[in-house]
């Protein structure tokens, strides 16, 4: 038969993988990404610390110091980072796009601080904390539930709602500090006599409260999501609302009991910021959690045990980061960023090879395929593509997501297969052909 | 090489992993013909079709276009050649403009001008008789109008070769006449033309030849002309098949489900059942035919509790079960399954598992399990006490448990799998990555598990092949054996008037009448369908009129 060009690169989608197979890729991907990352900044670096310098830099960032310090501090920042993530991806199984995690967690500060500057002393401490608590997650849940009450009423665009609501916090904290202290540099002083005790001593006494939360908190919503009653029916409103409707569910209830939710855990961070860990709020204590929230739940595909790895490996990579930057003398913050991101192109960008099956060259015949794990778990391709798209209800269509972190992260392959829930198949286009 | 040879496809071959999606497949489509794509879901139809433009790449064989070997790995390849395809599930921009969707991804050199682009619209429409309005947005546009729209983009980019994938699945009998219409003129002007369809007697009524595929192997092309629906049927299933649909006589029971008076409102406000008034008795099968969005939608919510009725009544075995909640309703025994134009929308939640879309009905009945103990009500021994004790506090937290059980669910979605034949690897798939036909039947089996005694099914055979059909009005006709009363909203008239024991036609909101299925004509009901006959003005005399229009006398529910 007469041969045509043909295109070099041929693409085609996988069926399914072994997962030891898809976790080879993607520590494979880390691992380039930090060989190139090793190697890029071998070449910048002023003294010939060279390639390995990096590695003990990055990893003393987190494992390094005296007595752990730095290990409970990055154990700390997770756990933090964690509970927002967590907080944000109760809504988020629901399509329901919270971005005021900022917000949320401000207002649980700000609560804790009105608590201590207007009580403390007055009651005896423990009575106070208690209060502290209460006073966080219900600060935390009502900016939460505000625009969730509009959005199940009136179908508001929750994430514009929740992003506003992020100043609005934001400034109430300004706001308050300039109010309690009018005379000092806009910097609220500790009030440590009122505060939670730490735990033990050192880091790791100062740091078991949060990380102990964070563990409780992470096992009770794995639960709450895959095992309870209200975890179904997130799913089913996220999934349909005319499905959830039938299935006589409460729509609005749900919204509404879902963000008290979310915006209570956000109200516990709140809590451990201002109550436990800095004893003081200020308006830029949420650490932008409330962002990088959003791409530990996409990264973690929604799944409250691969999240906490995540939230581990981001504080890792900035803490290492900061580290290498320190070590090698680097002023700029601009050069850990692009190692940042550089590492999560390659993390995010191997789920396309976890997805899809690259043949170069030109076409052979397949006799076996690729997967001999793939038996018949298959059921009629053809139709399964077509019902890919008919299974997009509006909301997916129109719930597009707001990259707003600053990263590529929440794009491409991994957003859409997060959104397909179950993270098997990215729902996005079946165009699934490149040409060189 | 023949010059009136369009398109050829030589041994085309497909895999998917290990399975071959297309295997060993040639034909050619000639200039100025339509050539009918026929074949079960799952035989490799739109695998096929995807490859000739350009979504997939073929792993064997070559596409010949205009007789000159092509290589077409892109849409935009496909363009090049002249080929245009229009998709099942339509790839537009709701808010966007009729117009600003066609010309959108096509290059220009000239300026963006929305005057010239409506005006050459507005002349291919008058050219192949389309109705079109190019400043219509889509978001406000029926789906016969979006697939006008899509139709008109691919002409727009001066396709040749046009493959309509599925176009009459949600089109009304009136509407696909329209679309006919349209199809033979742009035959006249030359245009090829692939038509993918399940509806034989569309195949019949519209193409030149038909192309047979059979679990994503070729079978063979006949002329339309020489072959008939149940030669056709053959090659597509590989075996004789009967199209004839059983109507089993069963005893007509008492009414199980009365309308009456009943006045609903649409999502707009305007009324979409209009002073309704008819009922459905045990063991029949009660159609209703009416052109699609004449209240079908409307009158199904509300009788399942999701919309709100403003007048009349809905009374089940004599009970008023208007302002129940849709659970409530659902627990009497009224189940509804409504397929959707998109399948998946209302019922079904596609990324779950079949398991889990088991239990949506039922999942806040599930407890952890808890058996009373077994206590004597005279007993008053300490030790009956303990037990009474235990009974209230197990009750109550079986009552108000937390969690569902996957595993009782799990179990209602193995006897579904088994009694409906739904072929899925396993319980857990998410329902979405299965077939038409087995969605629609994991949904009428989640229905049927809740033993209703009136079954309300709206297009139940949306978009199925023969086989999954004819299993579909199997499990219809089981369940009217078992005396249930079966009210079946369909699209298909010659299948009504073979399955249900009467018809009942609304046009726009109003009933037209109900008449006996065997007594009456496709004619009548047509023009009942359009308003143009209508039996509840004058009474009686009329050829196969159902007697009991109105409930007869002995008959009435006391209130």
Redesign the interface.
Known sequence: ??R????LI?I????SMPVWKSLLIRFGAILIALLISAAFIAAMAPDSQGFFGFFSSLFSGTFGGKGGRRFWLTLQNTALLLCVALALVVAFRMKFWNLGGNGQVLMGCLACAMCMYYLGGKIPNPALWVIMLVASVAAGAVWAVIPAVFKAIFNTNESLFTLMMNYIAMYLVAFFISFWYPEGTGAMPPLSDVALPALGNGQAGRSLLPVLIAVVVTVLIFCYLR????G?EI??VG??K??A????INVRKVIIRTLVLSGAICGIVGFLLTGSINHMVSTTMDGNMGFTGIMVAWMGKFNPLIMAVVAFLINFLSRGMAQVCTDFGFTSEALSDIVIGLIYFFFIGCEFFIVYKVHIGR?K??T????DE????????????????????VEERDGHFPQSSGTEASSGILGAEAV???G??PSGK????E?N | MDEQIALELRNISKFFGPVAANKDISFSLKRGEILALLGENGSGKTTLMNMISGIYYPDEGQIFVNGKPAVISSPQDAFRYKIGMVHQHFKLIDIFTAAQNIVLGVRETKRYSARRINEQVGKIASKYGFEIDPKKKIYDMSVSEKQTVEIVKVLYRGADILILDEPTAVLTPQETEKLFAVMRAMKEDGKSIIIITHKLHEVMAISDRVAVLRKGEYIGCVNTAETSEAALTEMMVGQKVELNIERPLTEHARPLLEIRDLCIKNDVGSLAIEDLSFFIRGGEILGVAGIAGCGQRELCEAIAGLRKVESGGIYHEGESIVGLSPKAIYEKGVSMSFIPEDRLGMGLAPSMSVTDNMMIKNYQDHGFGFRPRSVDAGDKSFRAAGRRCVNAVGGFFDRHWAFVNRRLARSEARRVIEELDVSTPSTETPVRRLSGGNVQKVLLGRELLNKPNVLITAYPVRGLDINSSYLIYDILNRQKKAGTGVLFIGEDLDVMLALCDKIMVLCHGRLMGVVHAEKTTKEQLGLMMAGALDLQEEKGKQMGVAKDTQIGEGETWNE
């Open positions: 038969m007469e045509v060009k043909e295109p041929h085609t989608r996988r069926d095992f309870s009653k209200h179904y799913s089913i999934e349909s005319n499905t409707r039938y299935a006589g076409r015949k397949q076996s395929g690729l997967s793939a038996s018949a778990d298959t059921v009629q391709i053809e139709t399964a593509g077509e019902s890919d798209n008919a299974g997009m209800p397909s829930g179950s098997e198949e079946q165009q699934v052909r040409e």
